[in-house]
């Protein structure tokens, strides 16, 4: 029986000791890639080490619609698109939070659109961040339930996964664009489609309402964008309206121009645009948030 005791403890030394130095060594990786376009990196730049005058928060249609060089060419303004693909509006607020602790952005711009739908989305891909970024860690301490917060104690647990994304990340082409990957242009035609099934997870919903607290009490203009697509549901498109009336913040809707509409090649799918199609994007709404800014700063003398 003792030697059972024995042999028990060392089993569960060694597997402590083994958590302990692969959690070390992920943990050192994590906090020290390199500035690259994968989903890693733009995810440890963001949380970790970006700063910037104008932020852009959402998911896919944020990355692959807001290119930062046109935009900061008309404003004037460094802009970091911190924008990742599967991501929803608690990885938004996580950010924004982030932010704020290195720097004091000018003006948040949230493209809202899918962000608010009830799926988990890729949110497990923070996972590695627990107990390095205050905000991820603080998430996952009082919004999680007590078995996932158990798992996180196991670094094993925190960073499974991770080395496929570490591999992709070094194969990945430096950032030299700020966050924002050009999509390639849509071969075949593709018709408009409209549906109404609106689906709002309150959970994300309260985290889309604190970025607007948080750029209220820290005097951040708060822009929201509806980016064009071939695939948009009314109902979450009149509750994005909705909600900027409620909150009084500026509401740049592309969803209806028609110039978009007008070459399939200025879509990459029916979510995405092409990279034609977000460099004409970019520009039409760089013009238009420069108008806003312009407007705001003459309110504030």
Not at 35 to 59: H, Y
Not at 201 to 219: G, I, P, W, Y
Not at 239 to 244: A, P, T
């Amino acid at each position: 029986m003792k030697q059972l005791v024995l042999k028990s403890l060392a089993i569960l030394a060694l597997v402590a000791a083994i958590d302990f130095c692969v959690g070390a060594v992920s943990r050192f990786v994590c906090t020290h890639l390199s500035d690259k376009l994968s989903q890693i990196g733009t995810i440890q730049q963001t949380l970790l080490r970006k700063t910037g005058d104008v932020l852009v928060l959402g998911a896919s249609c944020a990355k692959y619609h807001y290119d930062p060089r046109i935009l900061s060419d008309s404003l004037g303004l460094s802009v970091q698109n911190c924008g990742v693909a599967g991501m929803n509006m608690i990885y938004s607020d996580l950010v924004m939070q982030a932010y704020l602790e290195r720097c004091h952005p000018h003006c948040v711009v949230i493209d809202v659109y899918g962000q608010l739908d009830p799926n988990e989305g890729r949110l497990s891909r923070i996972k590695p961040f627990y107990g390095i970024s205050r905000p991820v860690t603080a998430y996952f301490n009082s919004e999680v339930g007590w078995q996932q917060r158990l798992k996180l104690c196991s670094r094993l647990y925190r960073y499974n996964g991770t080395l496929d994304l570490f591999l992709r990340h070094l194969l990945n082409e430096p950032n030299t664009t700020n966050g924002f990957a050009a999509k390639p242009a849509l071969v075949s035609r593709m018709d408009t489609v409209v549906v109404s099934h609106l689906q709002l997870d309150t959970a994300k919903v309260r985290h889309f309402q604190n970025v607007v607290s948080l750029c209220r009490r820290h005097e951040i203009d708060l822009v929201m964008v509806l980016s064009p697509r071939r695939y948009h549901d009314i109902e979450q498109e009149a509750w994005i309206v909705e909600q900027s009336r409620r909150y009084g913040i500026p509401l740049i809707n592309e969803l209806h121009e028609s110039l978009y509409y007008s070459e399939d090649s200025l879509f990459f799918d029916d979510s995405h645009l092409s990279g034609r199609g977000a460099a004409l994007f970019s520009c039409r709404v760089a013009s238009q948030l420069k108008s806003f800014l312009s407007n705001s700063r003459k309110g504030t003398r």
